[in-house]
């Protein structure tokens, strides 16, 4: 999230690991300014929102890989069931612009425990 690792690149899973990020127990974030980060295409966000970018390598089971992005609120940003359609030892990349000034939680989920890892 904007330059900063939610979940360390190198980290093993388990069934479900979740990090908070963004405006999240009382943390105070500078308010970005428009065009700092570019996503796939030159994407940028606009004033008053962050940047995310997710690359995800999924493993041997790539179907059994779930993630969502979710605010405080209970609003989803981003959700991936496991057994939707991700495909096995398949790189994603997944940039999106969320609003600033919310606390937000990505999970990510193994179903069979297959320790996971995100490289």
């Keep these: 999230?904007?330059?900063?690792?939610?979940?360390?690149?190198?980290?093993d899973f388990d069934f479900v690991e979740s990090a908070s990020f963004g405006q999240c127990n009382g943390a105070v974030l500078d308010v970005p300014d428009?065009?700092?980060?570019?996503?796939?295409?030159?994407?940028?966000?606009?004033?008053?929102?962050?940047?995310?970018?997710?690359?995800?390598?999924?493993?041997?089971f790539g179907i059994e890989t779930g993630l969502s992005i979710v605010d405080s609120n209970g609003i989803s940003f981003l959700q991936v069931n496991p057994f939707d359609f991700l495909e096995s030892n398949t790189a994603y990349d997944a940039f999106l612009c969320l609003p600033f000034n919310r606390c937000y939680t990505f999970t990510i989920t193994d179903t069979y425990v297959t320790l996971m890892k995100v490289q």
């Excluded at 999230?1 to 980290?11: H, S």
């Excluded at 570019?38 to 493993?59: K, Q």
Aim: proline content about 5%.
């Design 1 to 11: 999230m904007d330059g900063n690792i939610v979940l360390p690149l190198d980290a």
């Design 34 to 60: 428009i065009g700092t980060d570019a996503g796939p295409g030159g994407l940028r966000c606009n004033v008053n929102e962050i940047s995310v970018d997710i690359e995800l390598l999924t493993d041997n």
